[in-house]
């Protein structure tokens, strides 16, 4: 059975049932678990279900943004690896921008012991990085309660008078064509964010790599490198267009 058809069968079971655990749903699609776990994870990502511990459960259209504790619990071990890449560029005395992504997120782990100097959007990278080497600069602005950041008119001001050297930025999606995001106040710190840094990382599982959603917000020249998990064909035109590509490390 082809992801299309999976997906479409497991919709209409969450739909019909609220929710499911993996193994009732890899029973009913004749597949195995580890198959079942993986397009749980890529419908999670793309914002068509909530993932749960051992399962998903239907997500209600009319919410709208997927909330950050949904994103962050997905595809964990990939993101790690891309944040443990991401770190070996930052070096005592930069300073950085990071967005309220959960990729992003992933990176406090790793530069808690590093002396730099953080500003963000981001209400849990404040948190996990309140105790560490970092000094931390919260960014003004209205509390998105989902989404867990600072977004609006007053933060992008706030983000415009500071200059970082190197800014580690989520996406939604991103192609040859450009960068893309699902709704307008993220692209808008996004792109704030890109635009008062001298170098810009896009950190992103290979999900989102080749994908085009809602919004267009900007081109591929505004960031200078991709730090993804794995190849992707759509990675070769990004390259031609002169933008770096790294790849995670374990």
Known sequence: MTFPKRKQLILQILDKNGDADIHQLAIELG??????RRDLNRMADDGMLYRTHGGASKIDPLMGAKTFD??????????????CRAADEIVDGDIIFMDCGSTVFRLCQFIKNKKIKVITNSLPVVY???NSQATVNMIGGEVDRDRQAIHGK????????????KAFLGIDGISANG??????????ITLALATHSKQT????????????????FGELDLIN?????????????IRKKGVQVLFGKS
């Open 31 to 36: 597949t195995s678990e580890i198959t079942v």
């Open 70 to 83: 949904n994103k962050a619990a997905v595809n964990i071990k990939a993101k790690d690896a891309i944040c």
């Open 128 to 130: 996990e990085l309140h």
């Open 154 to 165: 007053i933060a992008e001001e706030h983000i415009a008078r500071y200059r970082a050297t």
């Open 179 to 188: 960068l893309f995001a699902q709704s307008e106040k993220e692209a808008s």
């Open 201 to 216: 990382f896009i950190l992103c599982d290979v999900a989102k790599i080749g994908k085009e959603t809602y919004l267009k």
């Open 225 to 237: 490198t991709i730090i993804t998990d794995i190849e992707n064909p759509e990675l070769e035109l």
